[in-house]
Structure formats: structure tokens, C-alpha cells
């Protein structure tokens, strides 16, 4: 893509890659918003979302499902750029010049830093546990066939995966409105020049090279 | 239930003390299990007054009839056949809701409203602010709360909530011919099991004694058993019975912490927003021009 090499916005993700980011995160938050309706009583009110409190219960597995088989194409686009190396251990070493905007002192990061990274991971191991104990629990389908001791553990499971997965989006929310210009990445697809050297040198040092294949 | 009552102890997924001006003695109903004859007249019973039909099942090698509680069958009459030093023993057990005074299907319960625990001790399900998540049978120690088919809502015996409240027994103890099943104020049924357990000591039977566990703060259903030291000789009936600890990290800790953590998660951002505030590489561009 010649043209978008001399221009200023660089691509990020396609229209496929953006499409099914955009599905997962539209089924997490009907799922989030369902699910957190029956776990607190102080949320309960966000049932009327989902047209009362029986339906928020029917249709939360099946969004579920959806939600889980979208993320399955996510990770299976994007997992190999989500392995661990040296620099981002030192990334999260400084931990407090991250939180502080103060990039310079950063190890250079790729594609994604650490951060990235490590929600990537939460997300690949709490969203299959979230779809096993989901459907454990699953009435009238699949709760009858499963054994009192294991639904409860599912149960317990269940939460504590979507409480991690909840608190860890939030982060990946806030992150994508900290960082100025990382939501059109998501969106448009592109970001800037600026964004690109700043946030992730190493990726547009590769950019430069090999023209816009990401 | 649209009868207003102002005696709730407890209501599911409710923060703020339910209506519970009204304080009623604690009521209770004692099963003699040593007195029962299998007679199944309860059990008849409790489909007449709560107007409820069981489909009819097949033999299965047991008088038990049909082979499980069901969400028409409240109450059901286990048979054990007991072998022990050469004798056998049939023991007969009315099984059904416990009414425990700490009960696990109202902590585990989402929807608020659906399980209220009157301050007379009976635990009672509202099946129409119920929502089918099945959570009660996971929070229940006793295996009681039955899914129906039908309507996907939680059934489970009432203790007759409907007759109590207007000053009547329950309807498997009025149907009872042998006086194994009693009814009264709690205090009342403890004495009478003591009178009981005594009785049968005196005839033998050492290990009497009467079930009312501790492990879910007593329950206004109570056994007088002759083998109260191996309750689960009565078709696993278990012996120290408590909510499980799974179901008390999940509501007991998780719960509030959680939804903490969460709220607090959301505020540690918009926090660092207005504090830090946001990282523009675009600054960045004007301050060092390409």
C-alpha cells in the first residue's frame, strides 16, 4: 500500500479484524451487564436491559456461546503476537513510569506491550473456563446432567472468571481512552505516525521496512 | 403470594431489612421416623391440599413411589432396608424441605424476593419473581428444590405456608394416622422428641436421638432417628449438613468483594484520568517536528 506509507495514518487492523473485535466486545458487555445483574443485588436493575429478569437469565449462555466462539478468532489472528519476551518483563518492572506517562523510560515495545499482552492471556484462559462452567450450570440444558458438587464449583469458577475478565476489560477500556488515539485503531483502523513511534517503536520501526504488512 | 406479611426474616438478594415488624413463634415439624408405618398418607396429602398430580411411575424394586422429589412431589417417603447384626431394619424417611434457619437456597438465590424465610422459621419459594438459574439447588444442603419442566420455576414444600398462616398444621401432619408426624412451636417439638428419645432408649435403641443440625442453623423440620449417631443410613441423610464452602466463597466473599473491586477498578481510572490524565503522542509530534 504505497499511498498509506507516505501518509500520515498507518493501518492497524482490517475491516475483518475490527469487525470481530467489535462483535466480542458488543456480546462481552450485554454479557458483562447480564451476568453482573445476577450476581449482585445492587445491579439487579439490569435486567430490564435484557427485557426482565427471566430473559436476562434465558439469553446470557446463549450470548456466551457467540461471545466465545468471536474471541476464538481473535486469539487465533493474534496469539503470536502476544508471546512473552525479555523486554516485557522489564516492562512491567516499570510498571510506575507506565501509570506515569513517562515512555522514554521504557524498554521499546512491539506490537503490543506487556500490558496488552498479559490481558490477551487472562482473556485465553478465563473466556474457555467462563464457556465450560457456563454450560455446567446451564438450565434447563445441561445443569441436570452434571453432578451437585461440580455445579457448585462451576459456580464459583464462573464468577471468579468474570469478575477477573470484567476488572481486566475495564483496564482495556480506560487504557484505549488514556492513550490518545488508540481508538481509532479500533474503528478506522489507522493510527498515527506519532501514536505508532511513540507506543510501539518496534512495530513501526518494522513497518517502515516491510511497507504495511502488520 | 399477594397476601401482605410483616413478618419476613429474610428475603433473597436484598440488602435492606425486609417488612418484619411482626415477630411469630418459631414453628416446627417433627418426623418420629420411629413411629412412621410407610403409609405414604402424607405424601397423598400434600398433592391434595397444594392441588399438585405425580405422573404415574413404574416399580422399581422399592415401595418408594415415585423414586425422587419431583416439582409435584414436596414431600416423598424414602425406604432403606438396613441390614445390621443379622436383623434388618426397613427405615422409612419422609424427605422433603428441611426449613433451615440459615438456608442455603435463600443465600445462593439472585432474584430478589423469589426465597423469604418468615420469622416463624418457614422458608418459602415466590415462584413468580423466581427466575429458573437453578442457583437454590446448588446452595441446598438437602437436594430439595426441584426444577419444573413445565415452567423452568424452583418448587419445594411450603411447610403450608397458606395453612399455618391462618392457624391450621401443616397437611401431612393432619393426614399422619400414627402421630409420627407432629406440629407445633419448636420449643414445643423439642420437648416431645426428648420425651421420645428417652422412651426409646429405655427400649433399646442407644444412639436415639433427635436431627436438628447445627451446621445450617437448625431446621424447623426435625427427625427423631434411632440411629441419630448415622443419619446417612436413612437414604443419605447427612450427618453434620452445611451450606457448602464453595456456595459461601462464592456469595459470602466473592460477592461483595468483588463488586469492590470492580466499582473501585472503574474509579482508579477516571482517577489516574484527572490526576495523570491522558498520554497524547500528537504533544509529542509538536514538541520534536518530523
Known amino acids: 500500500m504505497k499511498t498509506e506509507t507516505h501518509s500520515r495514518l498507518i493501518r492497524r487492523y482490517t475491516p475483518p479484524e475490527r469487525a470481530n473485535h467489535w462483535l466480542t466486545a458488543i456480546t462481552f458487555i450485554l454479557l458483562a451487564f447480564s451476568g453482573l445483574a445476577l450476581f449482585h443485588p445492587s445491579m439487579f436493575w439490569f435486567t430490564q436491559f435484557f427485557g426482565g429478569p427471566v430473559w436476562t437469565r434465558i439469553l446470557h449462555p446463549y450470548i456466551g456461546v457467540v461471545m466465545f466462539l468471536s474471541f476464538a478468532g481473535l486469539a487465533l489472528k493474534f496469539w503470536h503476537h502476544n508471546l512473552i519476551s525479555r523486554n516485557d518483563v522489564e516492562w512491567l518492572k516499570r510498571i510506575s513510569d507506565v501509570i506515569r506517562n513517562r515512555e522514554d523510560r521504557l524498554p521499546e515495545v512491539d506490537r503490543y506491550n506487556a500490558g496488552q499482552k498479559l490481558l490477551f492471556w487472562t482473556m485465553i484462559a478465563t473466556i474457555p473456563t467462563l464457556l465450560i462452567t457456563g454450560i455446567i450450570i446451564w438450565r434447563p440444558w445441561f445443569a441436570g446432567y452434571f453432578p451437585i458438587d461440580l455445579i457448585r464449583i462451576a459456580v464459583l469458577l464462573h464468577a471468579v472468571c468474570a469478575f477477573v475478565m470484567i476488572s481486566g476489560i475495564i483496564v482495556h477500556i480506560y487504557a484505549a481512552i488514556w492513550i490518545r488515539g488508540t481508538v481509532g485503531a479500533m474503528v478506522r483502523g489507522t493510527v498515527s505516525r506519532a501514536w505508532a513511534s511513540k507506543h510501539h517503536p518496534g512495530w513501526y520501526k518494522r513497518i517502515l521496512q516491510d511497507g504495511d504488512k502488520s | ?290
Open chain 2, 1 to 290: 403470594m399477594s397476601l401482605q406479611s410483616l413478618d419476613i426474616t429474610r428475603r433473597s438478594a436484598t440488602t435492606t431489612p425486609p417488612p418484619q415488624q411482626r415477630q411469630q413463634q418459631e414453628v416446627a415439624k417433627l418426623i418420629d421416623v420411629t413411629k412412621c408405618i410407610g403409609c405414604k398418607a402424607c405424601q397423598s396429602a400434600c398433592q391434595e391440599w397444594n392441588d399438585l398430580r405425580e405422573e404415574v411411575g413404574i416399580n422399581e424394586g422399592s415401595y418408594q413411589n415415585p423414586h425422587d422429589l419431583t416439582e409435584n412431589s414436596w414431600t416423598l417417603m424414602r425406604f432403606a432396608e438396613h441390614e445390621q447384626n443379622g436383623t434388618l431394619e426397613w427405615l422409612i424417611r419422609k424427605d422433603g424441605c428441611m426449613h433451615c434457619a440459615d438456608p442455603g437456597c435463600l443465600k445462593a438465590c439472585p432474584s430478589p424476593g423469589a426465597i423469604i424465610q418468615y420469622s416463624n422459621g418457614i422458608v418459602d419459594f415466590q415462584e413468580e419473581h423466581c427466575i429458573g438459574c437453578g442457583y437454590c439447588v446448588a446452595g441446598c444442603p438437602f437436594d430439595v428444590p426441584r426444577i419444573s419442566k413445565k415452567d423452568s420455576k424452583a418448587y419445594k414444600c411450603t411447610l403450608c405456608s397458606d395453612r399455618v398462616s391462618v392457624g391450621l398444621e401443616p397437611a401431612c401432619i393432619k393426614a399422619c394416622p400414627t402421630q409420627a408426624l407432629v406440629f407445633g412451636s419448636k420449643e414445643d417439638m423439642i420437648d416431645h422428641a426428648n420425651d421420645r428419645i428417652a422412651d426409646l432408649k429405655e427400649r433399646g435403641f442407644d444412639q436415639a436421638g433427635l436431627y436438628d443440625p447445627a451446621g445450617v442453623g437448625g431446621t424447623h423440620v426435625m427427625y427423631v432417628l434411632h440411629h441419630a449417631d448415622q443419619p446417612q443410613l436413612y437414604n443419605d441423610l447427612p450427618k453434620e449438613p452445611t451450606i457448602s464452602p464453595t456456595v459461601g466463597l462464592w456469595k459470602g466473599v466473592l460477592k461483595p468483594l468483588a463488586t469492590a473491586a470492580m466499582l473501585f477498578t472503574a474509579l482508579a481510572g477516571f482517577f489516574h484520568y484527572v490526576t495523570i490524565g491522558p498520554n497524547d503522542a500528537e504533544d509529542n509530534e509538536e514538541d520534536h517536528p518530523a
